[in-house]
């Protein structure tokens, strides 16, 4: 899967939510192990990097994206099953990323303006 961007991914910013931060409560407990998120970022040799607790303008660009996101699907569509979901998107992120031209990306598309970076 990364090997089919034209780039190298080399920082993710995440929220400390819990499939990205380990919880304070379980730190040095059974329940402590390294995160599986991590574990891929390691693997391929990307640094994680957590916001600051309680700040999520710091994270700014990802939650608008997520807004993004439940606007065209979740809070505008009704679906029977995980795989309708899954599928509208999949369909919604194509769209986004081959079809929508964005202004604060020189009026390219996202995968226009990877390729010309």
Request: with cysteine; aromatic share 10%.
């Amino acid at each position: 899967m990364l090997e089919a961007v034209p780039y190298q991914v080399h920082t993710i910013l995440t929220d400390n939510d819990i499939q990205f931060a380990e919880q304070p409560r379980n730190s040095h407990t059974a329940h402590s192990r390294p995160k599986r998120f991590d574990m891929i970022c390691a693997a391929n040799g990307i640094e994680h990097r957590l916001t600051k607790p309680n700040h999520p303008w710091t994270n700014g660009q990802a939650e608008r994206m997520s807004r993004t996101i439940k606007d065209a699907t979740v809070k505008r569509f009704h679906y029977n099953s995980h795989d309708q979901l899954r599928t509208h998107l999949a369909d919604f992120m194509a769209a986004y990323n081959f079809a929508r031209r964005l202004k604060t990306l020189g009026r390219l598309t996202p995968y226009e303006y990877i390729c010309e970076v």
